[in-house]
């Protein structure tokens, strides 16, 4: 349990630094890391993944905070059993979820600053990183784990 709270906090403590950082820095101009390919830009993000749910503020509250919370009972109730490698992509997940809220109760949108424009693909921020990587990584291990597979 003191494992998956310490991920968490730490995910949310950089994130939400990172957000300070580009509300006060990112807000003036691009900074560019690999021209043409890879900047860093600040945007406010008053929706969902890709735009959608634009200015459905409550609901990508609410949805975020249940899931953060069935993911803190799970670990709870399974925290003598639970193995490491589900325990590590549950907390990003649930870190990257619950900063992301962070930043729409403090700002009222998520601030984004990660932008790949070599494939044209929207700005995104650390948060959704943690919670990408650690679906696709739940995903894998319910996937291939003999664990899953002897259940």
Excluded at 6 to 29: D, E, M, P
Excluded at 39 to 52: D, K, P, T
Excluded at 92 to 119: K, P, Q, T, W
Aim: net charge positive; aromatic share 16%.
């Amino acid at each position: 349990m003191f494992c998956y709270l310490g991920i968490v906090l730490s995910i949310v403590f950089f994130t939400r630094l990172l957000a300070y950082w580009g509300i006060t820095v990112l807000k003036a101009g691009d900074i560019t890391l690999i021209p043409q390919i890879l900047y860093l830009s600040y945007v406010e993000n008053r929706g969902a993944a890709f735009g959608i749910f634009q200015d459905a503020k409550v609901f990508l509250i609410v949805v975020p905070v249940i899931l953060f919370l069935a993911i803190t009972y799970y670990v709870v109730s399974r925290r003598k059993h639970l193995k490491l490698s589900l325990l590590l992509p549950l907390s990003m997940v649930a870190g990257g979820g619950i900063s992301n809220v962070a930043d729409r109760l403090s700002f009222g949108y998520v601030v984004d600053y990660i932008d790949v424009r070599v494939i044209r693909y929207p700005v995104f921020n650390l948060a959704d990183i943690c919670v990408v990587l650690g679906v696709f990584w739940i995903a894998g291990y319910i996937l291939f784990s003999k664990d899953t597979k002897q259940q």
